[in-house]
C-alpha cells in the first residue's frame, strides 16, 4: 500500500522566515496531495492541495511543489507568523480511492515571536 | 453550510465495552471517511462509505465497523474496546461536486479505561 513519509518532524523558526516540510510517497498511482493544519485539541484544517497535473500552486504566503518523477511534494510557508504554529500533515491518495487519505507523521512547526 | 458533525466529543469507556459514534456530514456529500488519530500511530484511515455501501477498508481489526444510512449520515461502531483504542476518531466528508476535497470534523475523544 502507499506510504508516505514527511520530514522534519518538528521545525523551529523565528517569524517571518520561511518554513519547508517535505515529503514523498511510494505510490506512482497517486494524484492527489492535500496539507492539512492541525492546531491542538482541533480538527485537521486543509490548507493547500495539489493534484498531479499541476507542478505547483499558491495560495498567499502558502505554495506546495510536487514532482511526480522523485514523488516527493513540498509545502512553503513564507513570511511565517506565531499563529502558523500548529502541527503540518501532508496526505496522498489516488484518485479512485477518494476519501482514502495516507497521512504523513506530521510536522511541529513553531515560529517565535 | 454547516461542516461535519460529530457526535458525542468525549466519551470514557470500558475496557471490553462497545461504542458508537455518530457523524454527519456536510450537506451534499455523499462520501464519508473515518480514521482514528494517536500520537504513536499518527491519523490512521479506517473506511469510507459511498451511497451506503463500503467502499474502502483500512487496516483495522473486525471490531472497527461501519455503516452509512440514506441520508449520508455514517456511524463506526468499535466492540470488545482495548486500551489501545484510546484516540481521537475523525470523521470527514467530501463529494465529488468539490473535487474530492476531503473535510474534518471536530472528532470524538475516546477514552478507553
Known amino acids: 500500500g502507499e506510504n508516505v513519509e514527511q520530514h522534519p518532524s518538528t521545525l523551529s523558526v523565528q517569524e517571518g522566515d520561511s518554513a519547508v516540510i517535505k515529503c514523498t510517497y511510494s505510490?506512482?498511482?497517486?494524484?492527489?496531495f492535500p496539507w492539512y493544519k492541525q492546531e491542538l485539541g482541533k480538527r485537521p484544517q486543509l490548507i493547500i492541495d495539489?493534484?498531479?497535473?499541476?507542478g505547483e500552486k499558491k495560495d498567499q504566503r502558502i505554495a506546495v511543489t510536487l514532482n511526480k518523477t522523485a514523488k516527493h511534494f513540498s509545502l512553503h510557508i513564507t513570511e511565517t507568523q506565531p499563529e502558523d504554529s500548529a502541527v503540518y500533515f501532508c496526505a496522498a491518495s489516488r484518485g479512485t480511492s477518494y476519501g482514502k487519505l495516507t497521512f504523513g507523521q506530521g510536522t511541529i512547526l513553531t515560529v517565535h515571536p | 453550510k454547516a461542516g461535519v458533525t460529530q457526535t458525542p466529543r468525549y466519551l470514557i469507556k470500558t475496557r471490553g465495552q462497545q461504542v458508537t459514534l455518530s457523524c454527519s456530514p456536510i450537506s451534499g456529500h455523499r462520501s464519508v471517511s473515518w480514521y482514528q488519530q494517536t500520537p504513536g500511530q499518527g491519523l490512521q484511515f479506517l473506511f469510507e462509505y459511498f451511497s451506503e455501501t463500503q467502499r474502502n477498508k483500512g487496516n483495522f481489526p473486525g471490531r472497527f465497523s461501519g455503516r452509512q444510512f440514506s441520508n449520508s449520515r455514517s456511524e463506526m461502531n468499535v466492540s470488545t474496546l482495548e486500551l489501545g483504542d484510546s484516540a481521537l476518531y475523525l470523521c470527514a466528508s467530501s463529494s465529488e461536486g468539490s473535487g474530492n476535497t476531503i473535510y474534518f470534523g471536530e472528532g470524538s475523544w475516546l477514552t478507553v479505561v
Open positions: 495539489i493534484r498531479s497535473n499541476v
Open positions: 505510490d506512482s498511482a497517486s494524484n492527489y
